[in-house]
C-alpha cells in the first residue's frame, strides 16, 4: 500500500511540476484573412417593404459578400433616432453593422474601409438618393455624391464618388 501511495505521490509531483504548457503565438492576421473577416459581418438593414432601392442596395451588399439580415417595418424614424443620425443626412433605409451605421446607398467599399479603419463616429451616410450609387442605378447616367462620416458634432468627407455627368 504504501509503494502505491509512494508512486501516486510521484506521478501527482511529477503532473505539477513548473513546466507550464507553451503558450501558442500569436501573430498579426494577414490581409486575407481581414478581408475575409470584414466580410464575415452581419449587416442589419431596417427599410421600408415596398421600397425597391433599398431591396437593391441589400443585394449590392450581399453581392459584395455580406450577410445581410433585413427588418421591414413601416415607421423608421425611431430607428433613425437610435442611430443618432443628424438633420439632413438621412436616407431611405439605416443599417448597423460592428458598432456602425450605414445610413442610405453607401458602397460596400466604403463600407469594407470604415470596419478596417475604425474611425471615430457613428457611422456612414449618403444623404438623400443618388442617382448611380448602390441601389439608385439608373443605365449609365452617375451623380456625383459624398459618402460622409458623423458623429453627434457633425459630419467630414469619407470619400468622395465623382458622377459622370
Avoid at 88 to 111: L, N, R
Avoid at 145 to 161: A, K, M, P, Q, R
Wanted: charged share 20%.
Amino acid at each position: 500500500m504504501k509503494k502505491i501511495l509512494f508512486l501516486f505521490s510521484a506521478l501527482f509531483i511529477a503532473a505539477c511540476g513548473d513546466n507550464e504548457p507553451a503558450q501558442p503565438q500569436t501573430t498579426e492576421p494577414d490581409r486575407a484573412e481581414q478581408q475575409t473577416a470584414v466580410t464575415d459581418k452581419v449587416l442589419e438593414v431596417y427599410k421600408s417593404p415596398t421600397c425597391g432601392c433599398c431591396g437593391a442596395w441589400v443585394e449590392h451588399m450581399q453581392a459584395n459578400g455580406y450577410t445581410v439580415k433585413v427588418h421591414e417595418q413601416q415607421n423608421l424614424q425611431p430607428i433613425k433616432e437610435k442611430a443618432g443620425l443628424l438633420p439632413g443626412t438621412g436616407s431611405c433605409h439605416t443599417a448597423f453593422i460592428d458598432g456602425y451605421v450605414i445610413e442610405g446607398h453607401v458602397p460596400a467599399s466604403d463600407v469594407e474601409r470604415l470596419l478596417a479603419e475604425r474611425p471615430e463616429g457613428k457611422g456612414l451616410t449618403v444623404p438623400g438618393m443618388p442617382v448611380g450609387s448602390p441601389g439608385m442605378e439608373m443605365g449609365d447616367r452617375k451623380d456625383a455624391y459624398d459618402v460622409l462620416l458623423f458623429d453627434e458634432n457633425g459630419t467630414e468627407v469619407f470619400s468622395h464618388h465623382p458622377g459622370n455627368q
